[in-house]
Every structure is written in structure tokens, then in C-alpha cells.
């Protein structure tokens, strides 16, 4: 069985959630992977945002049948279904959404979807949205992180657009009951996420129909909000890294790989690498998962590859041993335990 598991309020190691997942009900862990891009502390840093965003997902994530955060682009997602089915194909929040908390609902239809200029009824945008801000006069913005109110903005002509959540936008005379409280969780459905137990979204879409299918522009990864969130902002196809990607082939098994980079007995691969390679492997379907240091395969409780990444490395950038970066969610295969 496949499921993912999300860190609570700090970043964890892929072996430390495995572990604990583990202890917690008795399982089995097979094998594990980090999962999607997050908002880690250099990033948090470097785009001037509070510490409470850290470890943020950046993508689809659903964990138990809930939305634990909305798909931000259109890049390839790992779909577990209710049925035991796994699938991977591209996830976006352009066909509408639904938001509640408590009894009150709003429903964002995809007519009010990345709307430069906003009518008079609730709209909202996702980082596909090409520019830098949003109309917003005589309208009421909150701002999501994942599915928690970050920020509530009112009485401004305009709004920047942060390269984080969704960002949702109200008539000031429709602006819902129990929608004003800072750090509050709401409900999320999205149009065609429908039957999934868990999903990550990570990207990019590798192989398609047993063919590499590489398109960078089309998932959202050249947009400004994609680039001011990626550590290797520049990896689209030609950057070689460490890198990990997952499969299924005809028959619906699980292929996943993993190439160490960045250290001296492998510079690494690129994506058109990691295509060709799971092409190669009899993927019809393939995508990537977080690159870099964040690359991390567990299989029977040991990392089968060689991080990059120490959590010390500026005390000193030569010696330290390497280890796996601290990610916010990660993919498992298990088996149950014995009754």
C-alpha cells in the first residue's frame, strides 16, 4: 500500500517520517521518497516571510482524503486513488474550488479564475497568474499557505501576489462569516480532484504514453512565482543535479529512481536524463520529485542514495558528512501489519 505523510509543524528527514509512521501503527515501511516542493528556510528568507511559513507546500498534497493543499501550477502529481489505484498525471486548480470552514461555503467558479479584472463576485488565483499584482478596490483578499489563512488584507486598490498559496478575493459586501480568523484551517475541494486518498504534487512531468514529455512552460516553471520558489531555479532541462523520479509501467508497477549528484563521483542528471533513463525502464507514465538535497530514497529503513546537503554546512562546507535535507512530506510503500 502507498500513502503520503506530512510532517506537522517542522520539517523532518524522509527516514524520520518513515520511522515514525512506523512506531505509530506497527506497519511495515518498503520503501519511501521525499515528496513536493516546500518552503524551506533559505526560501522563507529570501522572499521576506514570516517563519510560519516554513515547510509549506508548494503543490497538491492530500493526505486521507483531505486537500491539504490546492495544485498552485500544472505540474505532474502523484494520485492515490480510493481504490488502490496509483496514477501521475498533471493537477491544476483551473476548473474551480471550493472553500468552507464551519457551515459557511463559498464556491469559486472557473469563470472567476485569475481574473485581471474582477466582477462582482468572489474570485480567486493560483501562481499561474502572469502578473505581479491583483485589483482589489473595494474587495476583501485573504491569502492562503496550504489550506491555512495566512493573511486577511483589506482597503487597498491593489494586492501583490506571493509565491506561496491561493489567493482569494471578495466583494467587501460578500466576504463569508468565519472567513476573518488568522491561522484557521479551511475546507478545500478542487474540481477534478475527486476519489484520491493521498497525492503530491512535484513535477515535472517526465514520460507520457511511454515517451518523454518534458514541458517546462506548459506545467508553470518558467512563470516569476515558480522561479522565486525554486532553490535550483535554473533546473528546468539542461542543469545537472541530484535528482529522483517514480514510474508506473503497463502493468501498473512502481519504478523508482534516483541519481546522486553534486559530489565528486557523479555531477548528477538532468531531466531529460531522468526521462530517457525511466523510458528505458519501461515507464509509460513518469515524473520528478524535489531535486537537490531534498533527493532522498529509503528502501528497507536505509537511504540508497548520497545527499549533497548538511543542515551545518555553513560551519564548514568541506567535512561535514552528508545527509538527507529535512523535507515537509514524503511518499511511502508499506505493508500492514499482521493481525
Not at 466582477?119 to 476583501?140: A, H, S
Not at 489550506?147 to 482597503?155: E, L, P
Not at 475546507?187 to 512531468?205: S, W
Request: aromatic share 6%; hydrophobic share 35%.
Amino acid at each position: 500500500m502507498f500513502r503520503t505523510l506530512s510532517s506537522d509543524n517542522q520539517t523532518k528527514k524522509v527516514t524520520k517520517l518513515a520511522n515514525e509512521f512506523n512506531k505509530a501503527t506497527g506497519n511495515n515501511v518498503k520503501i519511501a521518497w521525499n515528496g513536493g516542493y516546500i518552503l524551506n528556510p533559505e526560501l522563507v528568507g529570501k522572499l521576506g516571510l514570516p517563519e510560519s511559513y516554513i515547510g509549506s507546500p508548494l503543490g497538491l498534497l492530500v493526505s486521507d482524503k483531505k486537500i491539504v493543499s490546492p495544485p498552485l501550477y500544472n505540474k505532474a502529481a502523484l494520485l492515490i486513488y480510493d481504490n488502490g489505484k496509483i496514477d501521475i498525471k498533471k493537477a491544476n486548480s483551473n476548473n474551480g474550488i471550493s472553500v468552507s470552514r464551519g457551515k459557511t461555503r463559498v464556491n469559486f467558479t472557473r469563470e472567476n479564475y485569475n481574473l485581471i479584472s474582477p466582477g462582482q463576485e468572489p474570485c480567486y488565483y493560483d501562481l499561474m497568474f502572469k502578473k505581479e499584482e491583483i485589483i482589489t478596490k473595494n474587495r476583501v483578499v485573504i491569502r492562503l499557505a496550504g489550506n491555512v489563512i495566512k493573511d486577511i488584507i483589506k482597503d487597498r486598490e491593489k494586492v501583490k501576489i506571493i509565491p506561496v498559496g491561493l489567493t482569494l478575493s471578495f466583494p467587501e459586501n460578500k466576504f463569508p462569516p468565519g472567513f476573518d480568523e488568522l491561522e484557521a484551517e479551511v475546507d478545500l475541494k478542487v474540481g477534478d480532484i475527486k476519489n484520491i486518498v493521498h497525492a503530491v504534487e512535484a513535477g515535472p512531468l517526465l514520460v507520457d504514453n511511454g515517451a518523454v514529455a518534458i514541458n517546462m512552460e506548459d506545467e508553470g516553471w518558467t512563470t516569476m512565482n515558480s522561479i522565486h520558489t525554486q532553490a535550483a531555479r535554473l533546473d528546468y532541462t539542461d542543469m545537472r543535479g541530484p535528482k529522483i523520479a517514480a514510474g508506473l509501467d503497463k502493468e501498473g508497477n512502481l519504478l523508482v529512481l534516483t541519481v546522486n549528484g553534486r559530489i565528486r563521483e557523479s555531477v548528477g542528471a538532468t531531466h531529460v536524463d531522468m526521462a530517457e533513463i525511466m523510458v528505458k525502464l519501461g515507464a509509460e507514465k513518469a515524473m520528478g520529485f524535489d531535486p537537490g538535497g531534498s533527493s532522498t530514497l529509503v528502501v528497507n529503513n536505509n537511504a540508497l542514495n548520497i545527499s549533497p546537503y548538511n543542515k551545518d554546512y555553513e560551519k564548514n562546507n568541506y567535512s561535514l558528512p552528508p545527509e538527507p535535507r529535512a523535507v515537509s512530506n514524503a511518499i511511502i510503500g508499506y505493508t500492514e501489519k499482521e493481525i
